[in-house]
């Protein structure tokens, strides 16, 4: 168990330090290489245990780089990241999480209004931070707010903590800042039986 357990770890770990791989090449060559691990497990009589660790080694490799560099469709969140004003009709599908004089609060996005008239269905995960006093949204809620979206910037400190890649981790796509007086929740329907227990 060790032994697996430490072959899936080193493919996590491969997948966080190595740029960004693409699909077909690496799927490609971890085939074969999966392929020539059978042939010689079968043929020199080896453990199946050499053959269950190369199956996890690529599993969290290709795990996490295709967390890390998703291909994101065009209707996909970040593509309005601009540190301009937007509307945005989210759903909550987090818990709340309090701090002195602010709130956070992970959406999954479903509408964004970028002008007057013009409304775009989107996706992608928000967190947004909420400043002043606020009703409490619950998980399963409709809000509507008014705030701005941006990327996640790391701090310019050799060997600093990795904000970037720790929120790609969590598929977190953007972080948006708004006042309480901004948000609104939507009168809650009959939720799903997934919401009410969450």
């Known amino acids: 168990a060790f032994c697996l357990l430490s072959f899936l770890c080193l493919g996590i770990y491969c997948g966080r330090i190595l740029p960004d791989l693409g699909f077909a090449l690496p799927f490609f060559l971890s085939l074969v290489f999966v392929a020539v691990t059978i042939y010689l497990t079968a043929k020199l009589k080896l453990s199946p245990l050499y053959f269950a660790c190369q199956i996890l080694f690529f599993y969290g490799l290709f795990t996490v780089q295709a967390i890390l560099y998703p291909a994101l469709p ?18 909550v599908n ?4 309090h701090y002195t ?12 209004v970028i002008e007057p008239d013009t409304e775009i269905r989107v996706t992608g995960t928000v967190l947004l931070t909420v400043y002043g006093k606020v009703s409490l949204p619950k998980f399963g809620d409709m809000i509507r707010v008014e705030t701005k979206l941006k990327p996640f910037r790391n701090f310019a400190n050799p060997g600093g903590f990795d904000y970037i890649n720790f929120m790609k981790l969590k598929q977190i796509h953007a972080a948006g800042y708004t006042s309480a007086r901004t948000l609104f929740i939507f009168p809650r329907d009959k939720l799903p039986l997934y919401d009410r227990f969450m």
């Open 101 to 112: 004089g602010r709130l956070k609060i992970r959406l999954n996005c479903k509408k964004i």
């Open 94 to 97: 987090g818990f709340t999480k």
């Open 74 to 91: 065009d209707h996909h969140i970040s593509k309005y990241i601009s540190g301009q004003k937007v509307i945005l009709k989210a759903k």
